[in-house]
């Protein structure tokens, strides 16, 4: 993943004034650069077991959470003892790492990392499908 960035940003220049402002000229064109690179770097991410990977390390690093008690099918609530306001900041951590918008309807449905990572793989492929 971090050679797909590389590459990529090594074919986004951004020019930066003399006074370390950065004043675009185009900003539609560096919006549709920027909405590139994420999907880009998502699509390069999909792989499930990475995913799951990161989704377990993430919830693992939750300071509430009882480390050895996390698995891909330990539900958040029951067995891991969160409440609904420690979920929202663990959806908030997973919106975070994998720069996705979860509504709150479907983070409702999060009941343990499995869903999450299926969560972020449809995600990441609806955007890459997007792609114009």
């Given at each position: ?30 919006y ?38 996390v ?58 499908s997007?792609?114009?």
């Amino acid at each position: 993943m971090q050679s797909l960035r590389k590459t990529i940003l090594s074919y986004m220049r951004i020019e930066v004034p003399a006074k370390g402002r950065f004043v675009p000229e185009n900003l539609d064109g560096m919006y549709r650069h920027m909405q590139l690179l994420r999907r880009c770097s998502t699509a390069a991410s999909v792989n499930e077991d990475q995913v799951m990977d990161r989704v377990i390390k993430l919830v693992k690093k939750f300071d509430k959470i009882d480390a050895a008690k996390v698995t891909e099918k330990a539900d958040f609530q029951k067995d891991l003892s969160l409440d609904s306001l420690d979920r929202v900041e663990l959806v908030m951590a997973f919106e975070e790492e994998f720069s996705v918008e979860i509504p709150d309807a479907e983070a409702d449905k999060l009941k343990c990392c499995a869903d999450v990572a299926k969560y972020v793989i449809s995600s990441s492929n609806e955007k890459v499908s997007e792609t114009p």
